[in-house]
């Protein structure tokens, strides 16, 4: 697969943390994992972050960069089924999250091509789903507006005070700063084990083992969970394209209602889109460049990737305790695509649980609410059943059959979404080893 523009143009450190205990281990080096790192070191508390490759190379490494509450079109369907109070805490967290961005690149001085800008939501066709988003974002108190743009007949709904960033470069920046707060990064450690016993957990990793009081798993997709949820999630897999251009034509960042995403970086467009269920088998690259080129003036490209999130059945996060029994360990996943603003918002829900400090937003995000959850988790269960059994080559994690990615060159679990090189190694988890006898998982 080819390193996506982020991680084209970013080299690795290389840590080794040379701590073995600490007060919480954070697994993961991802926008998730690394937000909660700073926020527990601000406050004072020892952490290691374990990363089983390198920071920022997870999905964080192969996003569209854009730090925005406006996650396509999502309020008037949260107030339609979560009301008002609930939407309402989805969009403050949210909005807080993406000034808390701000704020932190601004007073750490982070080197990560920050840029203050509007996110619009576009439409070719019908716009009133536009109009039916707008009244909720007004009704939620978010800063929007509908506006003109050129290249489309319609209105778009655009949310102001949003951002974009090289994640790449934010994460690296964000590592250092971690350490100079006294926290440690272990690369190349992938976690094999969680244990939690009464006081403490042990988390065993290819190169030993470490202690401490809580984890957070910030792993995507929660390692080491064969049910809870592993019946919810789905993993969706997207591509992103970049082309060099001339001159950037348009200035903000955007979103089609059944179209691309794309916003520039430089004398560079990126283009997002074309998401599929893992395992589907069509070229999604070649649709993808054909809007491009229909839409935009493009030169070269100059990089592809796929990269998936997983999505959770009501469209809003899980981001709490990772069973209903343990109050030592956290996870946060299930982004359905919107994980820049959630990753902050996942670091404040767990370093505020830690700290036994309520939380304004935590009953939304509990891992453990009902309602539609249960009837999808069955639906899930069937799903994995049927996986099962197809596939020449199965999935470490759980036995699902795995698919050939041709265009990635990648084997694809269409379940929960690992994936796997040629030669077997582990490029996403859950799965913590290889398969076609691959002697280690990196
Ligand atoms: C193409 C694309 C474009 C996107 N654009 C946007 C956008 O513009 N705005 C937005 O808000 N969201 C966007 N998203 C979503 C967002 O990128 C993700 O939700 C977010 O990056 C998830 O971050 P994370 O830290 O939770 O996961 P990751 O970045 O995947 O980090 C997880 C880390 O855990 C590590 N890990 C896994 N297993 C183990 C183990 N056993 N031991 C140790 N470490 C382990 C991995 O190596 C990885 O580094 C986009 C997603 C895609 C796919």
Redesign the pocket.
């Known amino acids: 697969m080819k390193r996506s523009l982020w991680l084209k143009d970013t080299q690795g450190i290389g840590y080794a943390a040379e701590k073995k205990k600490a007060d919480v281990i954070v697994?993961?080096?991802?926008?998730?994992?690394?937000a909660a790192a700073w926020l527990l070191c601000r406050e004072g508390r020892d952490v290691i972050v374990?990363?089983?490759?390198?920071?920022?190379?997870?999905?964080?490494?192969?996003?569209?960069?854009?730090?925005?509450s406006q996650?396509h079109l999502i309020y008037h369907y949260l107030l339609d089924q979560f009301g008002e109070e609930k939407a309402k805490m989805y969009a403050d967290a949210n909005q807080w999250a993406v000034q808390e961005y701000i704020d932190l690149i601004n007073n750490e001085g982070i080197a990560c091509h920050l840029g203050e800008k509007s996110a619009y939501v576009y439409s070719h066709s019908d716009s009133s789903p536009l109009e039916q988003e707008y009244n909720a974002a007004v009704k939620l108190g978010l800063p929007c507006s509908m506006d003109s743009v050129s290249f489309s007949k319609n209105e778009a709904l655009a949310f102001h005070r949003q951002a974009q960033f090289h994640?790449r470069e934010y994460m690296m920046g964000l590592a250092s700063k971690i350490i100079d707060k006294g926290g440690s990064i272990a690369e190349y450690?992938?976690?094999?084990k969680v244990e939690e016993k009464k006081d403490s957990c042990t988390v065993t990793?290819e190169k030993g083992s470490y202690e401490s009081e809580f984890i957070v798993y910030?792993?995507?997709y929660p390692?080491l969970d064969h049910t809870l949820f592993a019946m919810r999630l789905r993993p969706v897999?997207?591509?992103?394209m970049a082309f060099s251009v001339e001159e950037q034509e348009h200035e903000g960042?955007y979103i089609g209602v059944n179209d691309i995403?794309f916003r520039y970086y430089k004398n560079t467009l990126i283009v997002?889109g074309q998401h599929q269920h893992m395992g589907e088998e069509k070229n999604s690259y070649e649709t993808l460049e054909e809007k491009a080129r229909k839409k935009f003036k493009v030169g070269k490209e100059l990089t592809r990737?796929?990269?998936?999130?997983q999505k959770s059945p009501d469209r809003v996060p899980f981001i709490g305790s990772y069973d209903p029994m343990t109050r030592k360990r956290f996870a946060?996943?299930g982004?359905?695509?919107?994980?820049?603003?959630?990753?902050m918002v996942?670091a404040k829900i767990i370093a505020d649980k830690i700290a036994g400090r309520e939380n304004p937003w935590a009953t939304l995000y509990s891992p453990w609410r009902t309602g539609k959850l249960i009837s999808t988790a069955i639906e899930k269960g069937k799903d994995t059943l049927r996986s099962l059994v197809k596939g020449k080559h199965m999935c470490s994690h759980m036995g699902c059959g795995l698919v050939f990615n041709e265009y990635d060159q990648t084997y694809d679990c269409p379940c929960h979404g690992s994936r796997f090189d040629k030669d077997g190694k582990?490029l996403?988890?859950?799965a913590?080893k290889g398969i076609l006898g691959a002697k280690k998982s990196q």
């Open positions: 697994i993961g080096a991802g926008l998730t994992g690394l374990l990363e089983a490759a390198e920071v920022g190379c997870g999905t964080s490494g192969h996003t569209t960069g854009k730090i925005t996650h994640p450690t992938r976690v094999l990793t910030a792993t995507l390692i897999l997207h591509h992103g960042m995403s997002v990737w796929s990269a998936h999130d946060a996943t982004f359905g695509a919107w994980g820049i603003t959630h990753a996942s582990v996403w988890g859950p913590v």
